[in-house]
């Protein structure tokens, strides 16, 4: 498959995957998703890949979904695109996996490192779940991983405020 919104490069068996949309902070879109999705499901297969980082190009790691995508996505009907993928069920069969924030880790930005096995936050990286300022609920599974990282306390105000915090 080839990919629009991510770039992948291997190096001494770690696949870097790169959400790679610098202008929007790389900002989630539905093809984003599938092509992560289809990225580390071809590490997964292959021998020569050890490990998987996920990091964002530019200054963000991900500003959260880009709602006009997704909008777009269901208004073309793309059956790709809105086909909705098992992230948490992925995560748990993959291969090592280690998040490198750069910056921004929002909404679904940080929804899709809680699943991930290491976490990495970089000088400056941000992480907020703003679900509750958009009036939405969390998905990804983040009700349910954020606790099981952070504790019910820290979980409970990162969801009910939608408070940042710095790494």
């Not at 292959?46 to 500003?63: K, Y």
């Not at 779940?129 to 009700?143: A, D």
Request: net charge negative.
């Amino acid at each position: 498959m080839p990919y629009e919104t991510i770039l992948t490069n291997v190096v001494d068996g770690v696949l870097t995957v790169t959400m790679n949309r610098p202008e929007k902070l790389n900002a989630w879109t539905p093809r984003m998703g599938v092509e992560m999705a289809d990225a580390i499901s071809a590490a997964n297969d292959d021998n020569d890949v050890i490990a998987i980082v996920v990091t964002g190009a530019g200054r963000g790691f991900c500003a959260g979904a880009d709602m006009s995508e997704v909008f777009q996505a269901q208004l073309d009907g793309d059956e790709e695109d809105r086909t909705p993928m098992d992230w948490v069920g992925l995560m748990r069969s993959c291969k090592p996996i280690v998040a490198a924030v750069n910056g921004p880790a929002i909404g679904v930005g940080l929804s899709q490192v809680m699943s991930m096995d290491h976490i990495i936050g970089a000088a400056g990286a941000k992480f907020s779940l703003r679900f509750v300022k958009v009036g939405v609920v969390p998905e990804l599974g983040s009700s349910n991983l954020v606790p099981m990282r952070v504790g019910f306390g820290k979980a409970s105000e990162l969801m009910l405020t939608g408070k940042t915090i710095l790494a």
